[in-house]
């Protein structure tokens, strides 16, 4: 791989004796990895279900390499079920220092696509609340369905700007991570497209716009609160340099540790991570207040329990599925669940503001994508009305690719009752069909099929 000149020599001074081997690395194929969704199943579970092998990632205990040469682990459908999410191993790491508790509430500030905010979404076990932000709308876009897949029922999707963020939600969170947009020089032997865009002006292009986004990082933090900053670059501009200044400008946060992971000493892309802790040194401040939310009206309820008595025999059985803390709201025909923590969001730009359940057409309920994905795992074993397929063998699996391709569905030749039926691939939710004149019609969203021409 040919690095530009103006890098080598920056990080020969930055390595010394150590740069050759530094250098080797690049000549080594890049570590791949996946990262078991803790919100589905857990990383043993996942270890005896995958159909090839796995080895631990030493830095997080959900995680594990897998050979890119000989595996395509996007195509198999326990990924459709989310269990599990494609992570290169080094990103796995600041999600684990910034370690949010199960209750709290957790920003995740330059979140798209979202491979940390799935994992911090699992560390939150459906409890408190998690903020997944990113100022790009295409980004956030896949954030947002990357976060469905994995069944990540409290978490908020933004498209904003740090500023207009901090203006909603002033000491509001426990926790922010700040994975922020940077140089890439970590990713070079994963991303060749880096080293093209690499300059040093580059480098110090991305050093201001993090300390832009930085800067209103405070403003949303609770006292006492947890700040990680990490990124996928070496230079010390967007690293220890950039945190040098913002300490020296909040003498109210410390440096608790940072780490950084090199190439060429561990099996992963180059990263750095760093923890700030904020040093309490006045009263907790308000939060802001949530608004009241309106009771659900008699129709919305009546829907939700005529479909839940049509999936699960029982009227109330809707109840059940919902995370604590929260109450389901109907707007514009949109029905969702809503954490009770949630501020007004007036005036910001919101792609999701809770778990969709799913829609009201002509006073019926039709249910998500995203309710099937984040139901817990009881409510999917309890599914009266449910189409299963297994991955253990071929034939089962072709039948479920067919079914993540939108065909028609390769039931087993029953009389299928009308009305909704959950899908599922060995336990685990997939989507939904609908019975119709004893068959059952494929419901699978045209936006989350598995592409033609792909192999099952
Ligand atoms: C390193 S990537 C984030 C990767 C992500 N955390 C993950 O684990 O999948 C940085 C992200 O920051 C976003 N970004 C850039 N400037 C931003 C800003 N001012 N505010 C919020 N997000 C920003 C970019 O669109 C990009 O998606």
């Known amino acids: 791989m040919k690095l530009p000149q103006a890098f080598l020599e920056k990080m020969q001074d930055l390595l010394g004796g150590e740069f050759a081997a530094f250098l080797q690395s690049y000549e080594l194929p890049r570590a791949a990895g996946l990262r078991a969704n803790s919100l589905k199943v857990t990383a043993a579970k996942l270890r005896a279900l995958l159909p090839f092998a796995v080895e631990p990632v030493p830095w997080c205990p959900d995680g594990f390499y897998y050979d890119d040469a000989a595996v395509r682990p996007a195509k198999h459908p326990y990924f459709y079920a989310g269990l599990y999410y494609i992570q290169e191993p080094s990103a796995m790491l600041p999600a684990q220092m910034l370690a949010p508790q199960p209750g709290e509430r957790v920003l995740d500030l330059c979140a798209a696509p979202g491979g940390k905010s799935v994992q911090l979404a699992g560390q939150l076990a459906r409890q408190g609340l998690l903020v997944a932000n990113d100022i790009h709308p295409q980004r956030a876009k896949a954030l947002l369905k990357n976060l469905e897949r994995c069944g990540a029922v409290n978490a908020v999707v933004c498209n904003e700007t740090p500023d207009r963020l901090a203006r909603v939600f002033a000491g509001f969170f426990d926790k922010i991570l700040v994975d922020a947009p940077c140089s890439g020089e970590g990713m070079f032997r994963k991303d060749p497209d880096m080293v093209r865009t690499?300059?040093?002006?580059?480098?110090?292009?991305?050093?201001?716009?993090q300390a832009d986004i930085l800067r209103h990082v405070p403003a949303m933090l609770r006292p006492g609160g947890t700040v990680v900053y990490s990124t996928c670059t070496f230079s010390p501009e967007e690293n220890e340099k950039q945190l040098g200044r913002f300490l020296a400008g909040h003498p109210d946060f410390a440096l608790e540790g940072s780490e950084r992971l090199w190439p060429h000493k561990v099996r992963g892309e180059g990263h750095f991570v760093a923890k700030l802790v904020h040093r309490q040194t006045s009263g907790d401040e308000p939060v802001p207040a949530s608004p009241r939310r309106p009771p659900l009206a008699p129709a919305v309820r009546q829907a939700l329990a005529d479909f839940a008595r049509q999936v699960w025999g029982q009227a109330d059985a809707w109840e059940a599925w919902l995370p604590e803390g929260g109450t389901v709201v109907e707007r514009a025909g949109h029905v969702l669940w809503e954490s009770a923590a949630l501020p007004g969001l007036k005036g910001l730009r919101i792609l999701r503001s809770g778990w969709l359940l799913g829609t009201l057409e002509k006073g019926r309920f039709r249910p998500s994508q995203a309710l099937a994905l984040g139901l817990p795992e009881p409510a999917v074993a309890e599914a009266r009305q449910r189409c299963d397929f297994t991955a253990r063998d071929e034939a089962?699996?072709?039948?479920?690719?067919?079914?993540?391709?939108?065909?028609?569905?390769?039931?087993?030749?029953?009389?299928?009752?009308?009305?909704?039926h959950l899908v599922a691939v060995d336990g685990f939710a997939l989507g939904w069909a609908k019975g119709a004149g004893g068959w059952l019609k494929n419901e699978y969203p045209p936006g989350w099929r598995w592409e033609d021409g792909e192999e099952g």
Do not use: F, I, M, N
């Open 396 to 420: 089962g699996r072709y039948a479920a690719v067919r079914y993540l391709r939108g065909e028609t569905v390769q039931a087993d030749e029953r009389d299928w009752p009308a009305g909704w």
């Open 198 to 209: 690499w300059s040093e002006q580059a480098v110090a292009k991305y050093a201001a716009w």
